[in-house]
């Protein structure tokens, strides 16, 4: 080997050449700032045959700028989504106090598996997790957690708890011959059959439960089911419900669920199941619940005020929650991954542990503080604990405050135009968050009537088919008008969750994720559907 080779390539890429480093971070920031943060970026294509058929490793050593080439025609290519025209579904644009956390963690790169190879990394999360539980399960007394890779991975974490409480042993021994089911409502992410496919209780034992017109689980329907599944000889490990559905922001009643659990449970001798909560979405509406709606600090308008009245009345259901999903990714605007699973009571993890000897890789770990003793992975990033906590404290109580309540006013503010006109339908009136789900059927047709005969049952199929294909063209029709540079992207729902009768209802969809959205962009949405009806 040559070794003045070797010291140069070992100087190039693991010394510290700051001026280097810096250099290239400034271009890429430069190129970042370029992107017009008033418009979407243009949807480039992509030309995946090519980058399959021409893998490319260059033979012989380089320097940080050859890095550099080889990424930047992506990162030119990819959507930042810092426009406040993005309103298509439950993403935002990362704040910036999020990027100096996580850039920071990039620079150590941390695995918060263990102490040894996380150092205060691993304290940074424990204070995370603590400031993200008390403010969820409001002043909680013992919570702990961890951040995953994803929401997905965060619901299988609680319900592997509660398969654990009704199996025991389950993770040495498996489920055996015993049937085991989960229950979620018909508005709850698919992440929940996902889940159940990959514990092993299989896609079919994940039962749905209808919802009520706002997408809240039916209490009333949760109680049958779960008397005919303990009948059964069922093993009910979990009920999962969810604090924002993705698409309508429905948010089940947690301590109505809690209430009828716990009761049909006791009554057939069984345990109770894991009450989690995917609180992916919604979480956030928990900055409103100590806001002194009385003293107004914020001089927030009366509307408004009745929206977080309203919000705050839905947070404490979530103290009845034994575990819960947060991705702060989403309403907390953060950097990728950021979402997180938190226990109400840390006993609770006992449920996943694992004895050193079976880590022989972590054998420092120590029960009182290693995550690598009960985490599913053996490596974790620490970008989340980094990123909520310099964007908690970077923005501040009444900062998050500000965010959270201008997306419910921006919503609001849709929701009140669009019921004004009469060939469009809200469908998702009352649910108290940031998404709005709607109709629009051409002008002529009174919406509000044709959706009372849907949910009524007097549509025959041809015309629900010919309403709902309507609705489709509808949206395709305003996609091909619009002026991009002004028009507001807009998503669009097979499903947002409402099932009258087993009827998947299909709904254009605004989500309010960006602090920059305007009350000009929406009422332009207005304009807009005028123009083209």
């Known amino acids: 080997m040559d070794r003045e080779k070797y010291k140069s390539l070992v100087e190039t890429f693991f010394g510290w050449d700051q001026p280097a480093i810096l250099s290239i971070l400034e271009e890429l920031l430069t190129a970042a700032a370029v992107s017009d943060p008033r418009h979407p970026a243009r949807v480039m294509s992509q030309n995946y045959e090519t980058a399959a058929a021409n893998p490319e490793i260059h033979v012989l050593p380089g320097n940080l700028k050859d890095a550099r080439d080889a990424i930047f025609p992506y990162f030119w290519g990819t959507d930042g989504w810092d426009s406040p025209l993005h309103l298509e579904n439950v993403r935002g644009p990362a704040n910036r106090a999020s990027l100096i956390g996580a850039f920071a963690c990039l620079l150590k790169n941390p695995n918060l598996c263990t102490d040894r190879y996380s150092q205060r990394s691993n304290e940074l999360e424990v204070k995370a997790i603590t400031t993200l539980a008390n403010l969820i399960f409001y002043h909680t007394q013992e919570p702990w957690g961890v951040f995953t890779i994803g929401g997905t991975i965060s619901n299988l974490y609680g319900a592997k708890i509660g398969v654990e409480k009704v199996v025991p042993g389950a993770m040495q021994h498996g489920l055996g011959q015993q049937r085991v089911v989960g229950l979620c409502s018909s508005a709850s992410h698919y992440s929940n059959k996902t889940v159940a496919g990959w514990l092993g209780i299989g896609t079919q034992q994940l039962i749905e439960v209808a919802t009520d017109e706002n997408l809240s689980m039916r209490l009333d329907l949760l109680e049958q089911q779960l008397k005919e599944l303990y009948a059964e000889g069922a093993k009910v490990a979990f009920v999962v419900a969810t604090f924002g559905t993705t698409d309508g922001f429905g948010i089940d009643d947690i301590a109505g669920i809690r209430s009828v659990i716990e009761a049909v449970a006791e009554r057939h001798s069984q345990p109770t199941p894991q009450l989690h909560v995917d609180a992916a979405v919604g979480w956030a509406l928990a900055f409103l619940t100590e806001y002194d709606s009385v003293a107004n600090p914020l ?235």
Request: hydrophobic share 40%.
């Open 299 to 533: 001089q927030f308008s009366q509307s408004l005020l009745n929206l977080v009245g309203r919000a705050q009345a839905q947070c404490v259901g979530l103290r009845s929650a034994d575990s819960v999903t947060i991705d702060f990714h989403k309403m907390g605007r953060g950097h990728y991954p950021s979402s997180a699973f938190i226990v109400n009571r840390r006993d609770d993890l006992k449920y996943l542990a694992r004895d050193v000897s079976q880590t022989p890789y972590f054998s420092e770990a120590d029960a009182r503080r290693d995550p690598a003793l009960f985490t599913l992975e053996c490596s974790r990033p620490a970008i989340g604990p980094y990123a909520v906590m310099a964007s908690l404290n970077g923005i501040g109580l009444n900062g998050w405050r500000m965010l959270v309540a201008r997306g419910l006013e921006l919503a609001e503010r849709l929701k009140q135009g669009l019921e004004q006109l009469e060939y469009c339908q809200v469908l998702n009136r009352h649910t108290p968050g940031v998404s709005v789900n709607w109709w629009v059927l051409p002008k002529g047709r009174n919406a509000k009537e044709i959706f009372d005969k849907l949910l009524a049952g007097e549509l025959s199929e041809d015309q629900r088919l010919r309403y709902f294909s309507e609705v489709k063209r509808s949206i395709e029709k305003r996609e091909k008008s619009v002026d991009p540079s002004l028009d507001a992207r807009l998503g669009f729902t097979t499903d947002f969750g409402f099932r009258p009768h087993g009827i998947s209802i299909p709904a254009w969809k605004a989500v309010f994720f960006n602090p920059a959205t305007s009350d000009a962009i929406v009422d332009r949405i207005l304009v807009s559907i005028e123009e083209m009806t």
